[in-house]
């Protein structure tokens, strides 16, 4: 019973870590993607606690111009590992061979499911944040990262009074975050 919760604990533990960690890997691509400076708070932030991953594979694997291949695929490595771990922890023994494979995919799902969290979780703050306090300090970085997300859906919609291309935005991230799940627990049962 006591090893029971203690493997609840850490399971819960090791998705906080690599969840946060693998959304700081897609924040750091997604802010090479948009030329954030450099020099912003949260970008300094993410940089420092990504570096050590995304620095020594930046050897072997460049950025690109617009697409930050090194953080990508490290936020991929850091799901694979995550995995890994899961697996240990809830089996006892390291994934097989033959599973592999799966685990790669599921990894890449992992990915995508951080991303579109990402997406979802900055979406909602710039939401809340423009209803109670529209001059916040934060509005512009949270403008400057969403705004590529948007604006597409903002030309599509009527205009009205009322901007509901967060709305959109979050029912249609939602909705593939449910088939993401959905692939990811018929690849590896995560």
């Known amino acids: 019973m006591i090893a029971s919760m203690l493997g609840e604990i850490f399971r819960f533990l090791l998705e906080i870590v690599f969840t946060l960690f693998g959304a700081a890997l897609i924040a750091r691509a997604w802010m090479h993607a948009i030329r954030l400076h450099p020099f912003n708070p949260l970008a300094r932030a993410i940089y420092g606690a990504t570096n050590w991953l995304v620095l020594p594979l930046r ?7 617009k697409i930050d291949w090194t953080s990508l695929v490290s ?5 694979l590992v995550y995995l890994v771990l899961l697996w240990l922890v809830a089996i006892g023994a390291l994934i097989p061979a033959a599973l592999l494979p799966a685990a790669m995919g599921s990894a890449l799902i992992m990915t995508a499911k951080w991303a579109l969290n990402l997406v979802v979780w900055l979406t909602l703050i710039q939401a809340v944040l423009s209803w109670v306090n529209p001059m916040a300090p934060m509005m512009p970085l949270l403008q400057s990262l969403t705004a590529p997300l948007l604006d597409p859906i903002r030309r599509v919609l009527p205009r009205t009074s009322i901007d509901f291309s967060p709305l959109v935005l979050l ?3 939602q909705i593939v975050l449910m088939i993401l799940a959905r692939l990811s627990y018929g690849m590896m049962g995560v």
Do not use: V
């Open 59 to 65: 050897k072997i694997i460049p950025a690109g111009n």
């Open 75 to 79: 936020a991929w490595l850091a799901a």
């Open 171 to 173: 029912i249609a991230a």
